[in-house]
């Protein structure tokens, strides 16, 4: 098992940087890759925290990590917790500690009485539904993300109403 899950300081931008850009290659999402130790600095500890993340260590290497921000359910008029990005590096995935990363999430969802823990898998990702499925996770089949960006998003922010 690792040595333990610490919450990310400002120190581990750099390394926590380097663990996102691995995801990327791995989710065949390189070309969609942005991301700067500059922006990941500011939405973590800037004025406005988007996001928060934990990370994985094992003796002092960091070996994974999860990224994750809060949303809202106004039916069950509580928080939620997103689940953004969870990966773990390849040599150490069959070590479960995937799994320890979630349930760590579990327990700050409980802390902070969140009505949900949630987050997307990529459809051809079987390892990770099969996984998910099994902890009890539900897929939410009957509900479609859409999604707009760049300048879909301004030409709709531009509507004249």
Same mark, same amino acid.
């Given at each position: 098992?690792?040595? &333990? /899950?610490?919450? =990310?300081?400002?120190?581990?931008?750099?390394?926590?940087?380097?663990?996102?850009?691995? *995801?990327?290659?791995?989710?065949?999402?390189?070309?969609?890759?942005?991301? +700067?130790?500059?922006?990941?600095? $500011?939405?973590? !500890?800037? @004025?406005?925290?988007?996001?928060?993340? /934990?990370?994985?260590?094992? $003796?002092?290497?960091?070996?994974? !990590?999860?990224?994750? !921000?809060? $949303?809202?359910?106004? !039916? @069950? =008029?509580?928080?939620?917790? %997103?689940?953004?990005?969870?990966?773990?590096?390849?040599?150490?995935? &069959?070590?479960? %500690?995937? *799994? *320890?990363?979630?349930?760590?999430?579990?327990? /700050? @969802?409980?802390?902070?009485?969140? =009505?949900?823990?949630?987050?997307?898998? *990529?459809?051809? $990702?079987?390892?990770? /539904?099969?996984?998910?499925?099994?902890?009890?996770?539900?897929?939410?089949?009957?509900? +479609?993300?859409?999604?707009?960006?760049?300048?879909?998003?301004?030409?709709?922010?531009?509507?004249?109403?």
């Amino acid at each position: 098992m690792p040595s &333990k /899950i610490v919450g =990310a300081k400002e120190g581990d931008v750099p390394v926590l940087l380097k663990l996102i850009h691995e *995801l990327a290659v791995y989710e065949k999402l390189d070309h969609d890759f942005h991301l +700067t130790e500059e922006k990941l600095r $500011n939405h973590l !500890f800037g @004025a406005r925290k988007y996001i928060e993340a /934990i990370l994985l260590q094992e $003796n002092d290497e960091k070996v994974g !990590f999860a990224l994750f !921000f809060h $949303n809202y359910s106004s !039916f @069950a =008029a509580k928080p939620g917790l %997103y689940v953004e990005d969870l990966y773990v590096k390849a040599e150490y995935r &069959k070590k479960k %500690y995937g *799994l *320890l990363l979630l349930s760590h999430l579990a327990k /700050i @969802a409980v802390e902070r009485d969140c =009505a949900r823990l949630e987050g997307l898998v *990529l459809d051809w $990702n079987e390892a990770s /539904i099969k996984v998910y499925l099994n902890l009890g996770a539900k897929a939410m089949d009957e509900w +479609t993300v859409y999604r707009w960006t760049g300048d879909k998003i301004k030409s709709l922010a531009q509507l004249d109403i």
